[in-house]
Each structure stands twice: as C-alpha cells, then as structure tokens.
C-alpha cells in the first residue's frame, strides 16, 4: 500500500461552519431568544432568495419586522448574522463521512448510507449551501472554515478506506487520502451541480445514489452486489 500521512490520533471531528469571532453570547430571557430567533429566521429567508452580496440589513429586519435598533441588539453586521444562521443550520447540514466498517458489515451499502445521508442533507439544504459557496469566495474567515470542515471529512474516510484496505476489501494501490480527496470532491461536486448550479431538486435521488456509490465502489474494488 503506498504511504500515507493518516494519524489515526489526529482529530477530524469537523470544526463549525461559523467563526467563533462572529458568535455572541445567547441572550438570557425567553423573549430574547425568540427575538433572535426571528431575526435568524428573516435572516436566512433573505439571504436565500437575495444572496449574500445584495442582501441589505433592512431586507432582514423588514423580513422579521423589527427596527434597525432591535436587529443592533442581537447583531452588529450582516457577516454576524449570517454565521449565526450557518451556527443554526450546522447541525442539519453535518454529514458524519463514510464511518468505520464493522466486520459484519456489507462496506457497499455503508458507503450508499454515507451518500445518501450527503446527497439529501445537500438537497434540504441546497440554497445555503449555495450561500458558502458564494460567501467562501469572498471572505478568507468562511473559507479558511470550510477547507477545515471538508478536510476533517476527508481524513475521516481515508480512515475507512484504509481500514477496508487492511482488511483486502479495498484496492491496496491506492493511497487512501489521495483516493478520499478525489471520491470525497467528486460526490461534493455532484451535489453542488446538481442542487445549487443547475437547481435540479427534481433530480431522481435513488439515481444519484446509486451513480455516486457505484463509482466509489467500483474505484476502490470494494465488492459489492449487482
């Protein structure tokens, strides 16, 4: 097997989708939560349908009808409360890679699981997504978060693969990074042209799933069933 740089005592665990410097303190009262929570709400109802770039302030508090004073309450800028709506949405969003494969497991279908839990979160959440895209572009912070977060990725299912590899149920000429960073992009790139370039969320799901697990599979000889 050619060399590779897994640490197994490295921490992949993915890092938030927001930047800390961004997130304030919760409020302390219940009606301030619920204020926050509409403001978030507005928030991320605006930035989808306006983008990041031409979302105004005003667009947001006119959204959640509140004045300009109780939006400064909660927030001090439109970077502010887009990561907090990111903080939100993190949860639903967070796909957990391709995990460990026991012994008594069928690696194909682990792999199909992973994909499908992906594709789908991608799918609820394709404008969003859509959203880091564009904010990553331009603010080197939410950049610097997603490669972290899409590299913790990585590293977790090169873990796998080379678990699978250890076991002869993966190609053993592979270098499983190297082999996790080009699976891993090409199943993050379907998902973006699919649900945000093309705005296809009629795609067939069972298809994509069954395209993205069959090229995983078949490029690592994991055996599977026809």
């Avoid at 929570?37 to 109802?45: F, K």
């Avoid at 682990?110 to 997504?129: D, G, H, I, P, Q």
């Amino acid at each position: 097997m050619p060399s590779s740089d897994i640490d197994d005592t490295f921490d992949d665990s993915p890092p938030s989708m927001a930047p800390s410097s961004l997130l304030r303190d919760l409020p302390v009262t219940e009606r301030g939560l619920r204020t926050r929570s509409s403001l978030i709400a507005a928030a991320r109802t605006v930035f989808e349908s306006a983008g990041y770039l031409d979302t105004r302030l005003v667009d947001i508090t006119t959204q959640a009808k509140c004045s300009a004073g109780t939006f400064y309450t909660y927030f001090s800028s439109k970077e502010e409360i887009f990561a907090a709506v990111l903080e939100l949405a993190q949860e639903d969003m967070l796909h957990p890679g391709m995990p460990r494969v026991a012994d008594e497991d069928d690696p194909a279908a682990v792999v199909e699981a992973s994909n499908r839990a992906y594709l789908e979160a991608y799918r609820r959440n394709a404008k969003l997504m859509g959203l880091l895209e564009q904010v990553s572009h331009i603010d080197p912070v939410f950049r610097e978060l997603r490669q972290k977060r899409g590299d913790a990725f990585i590293r977790r299912n090169a873990r796998s693969i080379a678990h699978l590899q250890s076991r002869g149920l993966a190609d053993r000429e592979v270098d499983p990074l190297l082999a996790s960073r080009a699976l891993s992009g090409m199943i993050s790139r379907l998902a973006l042209s699919h649900f945000v370039i093309n705005e296809d969320e009629s795609a067939d799901m069972d298809e994509l799933v069954y395209t993205a697990t069959r090229l995983w599979v078949n490029a690592l000889q994991i055996p599977h069933d026809d």
